[in-house]
């Protein structure tokens, strides 16, 4: 046995994911060392950077689409974390709570184990299409994930077209579905398939006309347009002006995005999950995979169409202005502070600790100072953290946005397994007359009562 | 009020809500543990001591203070010879009614008891000095009671427990493990066949469709009316030549088929009971 691998034996399982991570670090700072030393780096440097600017438009798109990509991963966590957490809270347990703080990384030993089953293909399956199915369904959840604006600026790519572009990705969902219960050559799964195939399509329909009211309102089917087209206080909000438009939307979403009471293309406790009966391993890992993106992504577009997207609730600047208070800026700009700027980053923290324990030596002085010391420096942190968190949201109308829309997106995750948790699976044919028998209608009533409201006001 | 739609999903999301709030029920088991009932008893075992010998010492205690003597007691003594407790005689009664007026405070009939009929004990206590009151002779004394009476009586089988100390409880198990003992008068009759090759070979097959359509039913089974048991019985050799058919038991030489029919017919006829078929 080498010594590299009795210390590779030696090493903690985070420590076998941070040295491999520090190697390529410092491997590419030699890299980077080395280009500088021998003038590689800036003669092509100039280069790059002009290539980068002619072509603005794809080096946004290709970083979009890695950030959409890599942003799936943690919301898919999140979301199945809040969803079991939630669920076990509801029916009176306590949820996941072994792995990691409060259980949270329960979902990230789900995705390990996902990832160690075995990955098999039936005999006679299609090979090709079935091997390609769950990729269609998780891309085009993704691609939908592109023209989410999550804060002013911070979106994929600001379409003009958002809306339909949306709606358009999300039909594709359907293609993976039944693809993948067509190519497993099993009759179950091919009826499973079928049957997403009817709901989701039959869904689409009042999914799409419930936001035509939304997108006349706003004048423009920018996602971005439509929040700023809610600017201001809530009562801005188009759920006010579009109560109908929003139930229909919510519920078609639903049972757009698979959720219980219309869950019945995986119906879990009823028929083997549909198309997905002869998918295992990170295949049908991803089939949940993406179904827990697209619950974020029906939260988001439900609180950007709906409920103002990034806008706070009441304008901070406005009920200032109105209550005849400044509110103070806090634009600081970290490099005008100079030498002051080394200082704070070597002496703050010390100081802090020391200001933080002082109080709570005087009161516990039963303590030892070592402890009192560090008591302090947990106070400091959160003190500090809280700081910045409160600077950052009042400094920056991009934190602001974020807290907002992430605030308002995953309280829609909530109702979803709120409903999840309490509301039986409906029939399939109560499902399908609820589509085209009440909310097809609802949502065509709720266009021409929008239009006529337009040409009253305007008139 | 129900005519309201969705009024029941508003109550049914309220109350999900509610339960997010309540406190959780999950015992966190390795961790939290419930204490246990002060009237558990576990799982009944043996314990073993240090060196690996038996910690019961063969007391009987468990046994003599089981309230439905549901513990049995066998052992062997010092010497290897096997030893069995025979626990005072026929306490059964007794000592549950006592049970039942400790825990109740009244007395308590007993509904399972039944009135049993008084048979002549003189056979018995004669069978019983026979084999000098000895509870291991007990199969010996129970085929002889048997013989005696035809079956066994419960007068019978608490007199044996009365007078050689062995328990009814056991009595009645040994008495029921056994085949051939009986605890009701037979009162149905029964022609049993044998259904070997050699019986066969030997016009068992022909005495067979006989006695089905005689009796009106399959082989192994009973005649409609309850009169006649027809049995698969087996000859085991003793037969050569010959089918083997037995009337009650009792071996018959010489049946012819329409012999063996008029047979049955005449038992169905003289043991017909009115309330069946």
Same mark, same amino acid.
């Given at each position: 046995m080498s010594v590299v691998a009795r210390s590779w034996g030696h090493l903690t399982p985070a420590g076998k994911v941070v040295v491999p991570l520090l190697g390529i670090v410092l491997a590419l700072g030699l890299v980077a060392f080395l280009g500088i030393v021998t003038g590689i780096l800036p003669a092509i440097g100039d280069t790059v950077v002009l290539t980068g600017r002619r072509n603005v438009g794809i080096v946004r798109f290709l970083v979009a689409a890695t950030a959409a990509l890599l942003a799936s991963v943690p919301i898919a966590f999140i979301n199945i974390y809040l969803e079991m957490k939630l669920l076990a809270w509801i029916a009176l347990r306590r949820g996941p709570n072994r792995v990691g703080p409060f259980g949270t990384l329960q979902s990230v030993a789900h995705g390990f184990k996902v990832l160690a089953k075995e990955d098999f293909t039936p005999t006679g399956a299609d090979r090709a299409v079935f091997t390609i199915a769950p990729v269609v369904t998780f891309l085009s959840v993704v691609l939908a994930f592109m023209v989410v604006p999550f804060a002013p600026g911070i979106v994929g790519v600001d379409m003009n077209i958002a809306v339909l572009f949306f709606f358009a990705i999300g039909g594709l969902t359907v293609v993976g579905l039944l693809a993948g219960g067509w190519a497993s050559f099993n009759k179950y799964s091919l009826l499973g398939g079928l049957r997403s195939a009817a709901q989701i399509i039959s869904y689409e329909i009042p999914l799409t006309l419930s936001v035509v009211g939304v997108v006349m309102l706003a004048g423009t089917m920018s996602l971005h347009g439509i929040v700023e087209a809610q600017a201001g206080h809530f009562w801005n909000w188009f759920v006010f002006q579009q109560p109908l438009g929003f139930l229909v939307f919510f519920l078609a979403g639903t049972a757009e995005g698979n959720r219980t009471p219309f869950d019945l293309t995986e119906a879990d406790s009823e028929i083997v999950a549909g198309f997905a009966t002869e998918y295992s391993g990170m295949r049908y890992g991803f089939f949940y995979f993406a179904e827990y993106v697209n619950l974020f992504i029906l939260s988001a577009v439900t609180a950007i169409l709906f409920f103002g997207g990034w806008s706070a609730p009441v304008e901070i600047h406005q009920l200032a202005a109105w209550l005849g208070v400044a509110v103070p800026s806090f634009a600081i700009d970290p490099s005008q502070l100079g030498i002051g700027l080394l200082f704070l980053l070597a002496l703050g923290p010390a100081l802090g600790t020391v200001l933080c324990a002082i109080p709570v030596a005087l009161l516990r002085t039963d303590w030892s100072l070592?402890?009192?010391?560090?008591?302090?420096?947990?106070? !400091?942190?959160?003190?500090?953290?809280?700081?910045?968190?409160?600077?950052?949201?009042?400094?920056?109308?991009?934190?602001?946005?974020?807290?907002? !829309?992430?605030?308002?997106? !995953? !309280?829609?995750?909530?109702?979803?397994?709120?409903?999840?948790?309490?509301?039986?699976?409906?029939r399939i044919d109560q499902l399908m007359g609820f589509a085209w028998k009440w909310l097809l209608p609802a949502s065509l009533f709720n266009i021409f009562a929008t239009a006529a409201a337009i040409v009253l006001v305007n008139r | 009020m129900s005519r309201i739609p969705g009024l029941g999903i508003a109550r049914g999301m309220a109350l999900t809500l509610r339960r997010l709030f309540q406190p959780k029920v999950t015992v966190?088991? %390795?961790?939290?543990?419930?204490?246990?009932? %002060?009237?558990?008893?576990?799982? *009944?075992?043996? *314990?073993?001591?240090?060196?690996?010998? =038996?910690?019961?010492?063969?007391?009987?205690?468990?046994?003599?203070?089981? #309230?439905?003597?549901?513990?049995?007691?066998?052992?062997?003594?010092?010497?290897?010879?096997?030893?069995?407790?025979?626990?005072?005689?026929?306490?059964?009664?007794?000592?549950?009614?006592?049970? /039942?007026?400790?825990?109740?405070?009244?007395?308590? #009939?007993?509904?399972?008891?039944?009135?049993?009929?008084?048979?002549?004990?003189?056979?018995?206590?004669?069978?019983? $000095?026979?084999?000098?009151?000895?509870?291991?002779?007990? %199969?010996?004394?129970?085929?002889?009671?048997?013989?005696?009476?035809?079956?066994?009586?419960?007068?019978?089988?608490?007199?044996?427990?009365?007078?050689?100390?062995?328990?009814?409880?056991?009595?009645?198990?040994?008495?029921?493990?056994?085949?051939?003992?009986?605890?009701?008068?037979?009162?149905?009759?029964?022609? &049993?066949?044998?259904?070997?090759?050699?019986?066969? =070979?030997?016009?068992?097959?022909?005495?067979?469709?006989? *006695?089905?359509?005689?009796?009106?039913?399959? *082989? %192994?089974?009973?005649?409609?009316?309850? /009169?006649?048991?027809?049995?698969?019985?087996?000859?085991?050799?003793?037969?050569?030549?010959?089918?083997?058919?037995?009337?009650?038991?009792?071996?018959?030489? &010489?049946?012819?088929?329409?012999?063996?029919?008029?047979?049955?017919? $005449?038992?169905?006829?003289?043991t017909a009971r009115p309330g069946r078929a």
């Open positions: 070592r402890r009192a010391l560090a008591v302090g420096f947990v106070l !400091f942190n959160v003190v500090a953290g809280g700081l910045v968190i409160a600077w950052a949201y009042l400094a920056s109308e991009v934190v602001a946005g974020l807290f907002w !829309f992430l605030g308002k997106t !995953f !309280f829609f995750v909530f109702v979803f397994v709120w409903m999840r948790a309490t509301l039986p699976r409906v | 966190q088991y %390795p961790e939290e543990r419930y204490p246990v009932s %002060p009237r558990h008893r576990g799982r *009944l075992q043996l *314990l073993y001591d240090e060196f690996g010998a =038996l910690k019961c010492e063969t007391c009987f205690q468990c046994a003599q203070a089981c #309230p439905i003597e549901c513990i049995d007691m066998g052992g062997t003594d010092t010497k290897d010879r096997f030893h069995v407790h025979w626990g005072p005689p026929e306490q059964y009664a007794e000592r549950r009614s006592e049970s /039942a007026l400790r825990r109740s405070g009244r007395p308590v #009939p007993d509904p399972a008891y039944t009135a049993f009929e008084p048979v002549d004990l003189a056979p018995l206590e004669a069978i019983l $000095a026979a084999e000098d009151y000895d509870p291991r002779r007990m %199969p010996a004394i129970l085929e002889r009671t048997q013989a005696a009476y035809g079956h066994l009586p419960v007068a019978t089988l608490k007199h044996i427990s009365h007078s050689t100390g062995a328990w009814y409880a056991e009595i009645y198990g040994t008495a029921s493990s056994c085949e051939h003992l009986r605890f009701e008068a037979p009162t149905t009759r029964a022609i &049993g066949l044998c259904r070997c090759a050699a019986c066969t =070979l030997a016009g068992g097959g022909r005495l067979r469709a006989a *006695l089905e359509a005689a009796g009106g039913t399959e *082989l %192994p089974g009973t005649t409609p009316d309850g /009169a006649l048991t027809l049995a698969a019985v087996d000859c085991h050799g003793a037969s050569p030549g010959d089918p083997y058919v037995t009337v009650d038991g009792v071996p018959q030489r &010489g049946l012819s088929p329409e012999k063996l029919a008029e047979l049955a017919t $005449a038992i169905r006829a003289a």
